[in-house]
């Protein structure tokens, strides 16, 4: 409990467990509302896929439950659809059993309007069960269903994700044609239609197997006990074996059922009422209806949420499938230095605050660091006019040895075009003056004295480069005496062909 999922949605407590998932009511910060959230239990391909496949199926209709919004975190998929809080047909019949024909006929008209909404997207339920047709909790008023759960839904000619052997769907509410195998299509969904009403009229779950052998070896049977004729017979037409005797649309179903409610007769003032609760029960400590106490950890910045102060949540995760717009990112007091010129850009002069708001703390980014203190500018001269161009960059010649150095004088051209060097500078013998070489008069060498100037200095004193190239004579000579015999041998062996 207070689990925050992608940064946006906090799970609140569990409520229902469906094929793949589980299903959770959740505050949506976002929208600042409970949702159903479903949180699926598998990451594998095959889960993937029908995940798509629901959160995909986005059909606007009062007796339809879809998914509404999605969202991923690590190897986790989620998504959300409107929280209803009435449970499902299975709960109603638990509280009354077995429910007036009247009543059922209100329910029946829903769940086939919902169904033809659906039929007219090309899509096949396959799943349509008490247990996936949920209710509002409207009290003692007019009902309100709303059928759920696509999660093995498929439009008509979508590949398939089961092989062709295997049959998708809950044990006693498949169609014959589906347990053979047959593609599935829109009378496979009438046919589990007839199921739940049969399911409402009786007040438990009817024996899918051994009605279709009855139809198949005496035809349609007459009405059960407690369920008029006319009625059954509209029950009875949705429950044929063969899809070609059944309803082909859930609209010509919805229509004859019409037909056969104005025959029924009117509800006398001794029949129960039925009431439908709220199943989901009240909400846990630090909860109320407008949303969580504490701002929980985890949240993004714009999901919304109680005011913290100061505090900031971390990101637990990025919801993929409701257009989040990227968050600002926090700008730098100071502009850092332009490379091309050294200088620093211009900043924009900051907001003024209203007096006695105070100042607040930068915003940290996403990822938990912190941010660095901007680079000082470096103090640089006011750039020189047009009119005089940068020269060149001087250097100033070595003082001759034995007089005093000067220190090296900076010019404001070097600012911008000297550049360090991260390794030391290297040692620089230093040479003399050209004064002295133009001040004295030149002096040439005797040829004689010449070699004597040139003879070679010790090896220890010797500079690399000056030794002539080759191996030494040491290497050289075996090298030498081995091609000659190599060549001697080669010499004999030709004579002997």
């Known amino acids: 409990m207070g689990e925050v999922f992608a940064g946006r949605y906090e799970l609140v407590d569990p409520i229902g467990r469906g094929g793949?998932?589980?299903?959770?009511?959740?505050?949506?910060?976002?929208?600042?509302?409970?949702?159903?959230?479903?949180?699926?239990?598998?990451?594998?391909?095959?889960?993937?896929?029908?995940?798509?496949?629901e959160q995909a199926l986005r059909i606007d209709h009062p007796h339809v439950l879809a998914p509404t919004s999605w969202a991923a975190d690590d190897d986790k998929v989620l998504f959300t659809m409107d929280l209803v809080a009435g449970g499902s047909l299975v709960h109603l019949v638990g509280d009354y059993g077995p429910l007036p024909p009247a009543f059922v006929c209100t329910l029946l008209d829903q769940?086939?309007?919902?169904?033809?909404?659906?039929?007219?997207?090309?899509?096949?339920?396959?799943?349509?069960?008490?247990?996936?047709?949920?209710?509002?909790?409207?009290?003692?008023?007019?009902?309100?269903?709303?059928?759920?759960?696509?999660?093995?839904?498929m439009r008509l000619g979508e590949p398939r994700l089961t092989e062709t052997d295997l049959v998708v769907g809950t044990p006693g509410y498949l169609a014959p044609e589906q347990m053979m195998g047959a593609?599935?299509?829109?009378?496979?969904?009438?046919?589990?239609?007839?199921?739940?009403?049969?399911?409402?009229?009786?007040?438990?779950?009817?024996?899918?197997?051994?009605?279709?052998?009855?139809?198949?070896?005496?035809g349609t049977p007459g009405a059960p006990q407690g369920i008029p004729e006319p009625l059954w017979q509209v029950v009875a037409t949705l429950l044929q074996p063969d899809p070609e005797a059944r309803f082909r649309t859930a609209t010509g179903a919805r229509k004859a059922l019409a037909a056969a409610a104005e025959l029924l007769p009117e509800p006398g003032p001794d029949d129960e009422l039925i009431e439908i609760f709220d199943q989901l029960g009240p909400l846990p400590p630090g909860f109320t209806e407008t949303g969580p106490e504490k701002r929980a950890s985890g949240l993004r910045p714009d999901a919304?949420?109680?005011?913290?102060?100061?505090?900031?949540?971390?990101?637990?995760?990025?919801s993929v499938g409701d257009g989040v717009e990227p968050?600002?990112?926090?700008?730098?007091?100071?502009?850092?230095?332009?490379?091309?010129?050294?200088t620093a850009a211009p900043v924009a002069p900051p907001v003024a605050t209203p007096s006695g708001a105070g100042s607040r703390p930068a915003a940290r980014p996403d990822t938990g660091g912190f941010p660095l203190p901007p680079p000082r500018p470096a103090s640089v001269p006011p750039p020189r006019s047009p009119e005089h161009?940068?020269?060149?960059?001087?250097?100033?010649?070595?003082?001759?040895?034995?007089?005093?150095?000067?220190?090296?004088?900076?010019?404001?051209?070097?600012?911008?075009?000297?550049?360090?060097?991260?390794?030391?500078?290297?040692?620089?013998?230093?040479?003399?003056?050209?004064?002295?070489?133009?001040?004295?008069?030149?002096q040439v060498p005797h040829p004689d004295t010449v070699t004597e100037q040139r003879a070679p200095s010790p090896r220890s004193h010797r500079r690399r480069g000056t030794r002539r190239p080759g191996p030494p004579a040491r290497v050289a000579v075996p090298v030498l005496l081995l091609a000659l015999a190599c060549y001697a041998v080669g010499f004999w062996a030709l004579t002997r062909i």
């Open 20 to 53: 793949v998932g589980a299903v959770w009511r959740a505050w949506d910060h976002r929208r600042r509302r409970y949702v159903a959230a479903k949180v699926l239990l598998q990451s594998d391909a095959h889960s993937l896929l029908r995940f798509v496949r």
């Open 111 to 153: 769940l086939l309007s919902g169904l033809a909404a659906v039929h007219a997207e090309d899509v096949v339920h396959r799943d349509v069960k008490p247990a996936n047709v949920l209710l509002e909790a409207t009290g003692r008023r007019r009902p309100k269903l709303r059928l759920s759960d696509f999660g093995i839904a």
């Open 183 to 218: 593609e599935p299509d829109f009378p496979a969904d009438l046919f589990a239609v007839g199921l739940v009403a049969l399911y409402l009229l009786e007040g438990a779950k009817p024996d899918a197997k051994a009605l279709i052998q009855h139809f198949a070896d005496h």
């Open 304 to 318: 919304g949420g109680p005011p913290v102060g100061d505090e900031g949540g971390g990101t637990a995760g990025q």
């Open 327 to 342: 968050e600002p990112r926090p700008a730098w007091s100071t502009a850092p230095p332009d490379p091309r010129n050294g």
């Open 389 to 442: 161009p940068p020269h060149p960059p001087q250097y100033a010649p070595h003082p001759p040895h034995g007089h005093q150095q000067r220190a090296h004088e900076v010019f404001p051209h070097e600012a911008t075009h000297q550049l360090r060097s991260p390794l030391p500078p290297p040692t620089v013998r230093p040479a003399p003056s050209t004064a002295e070489y133009t001040a004295r008069s030149s």
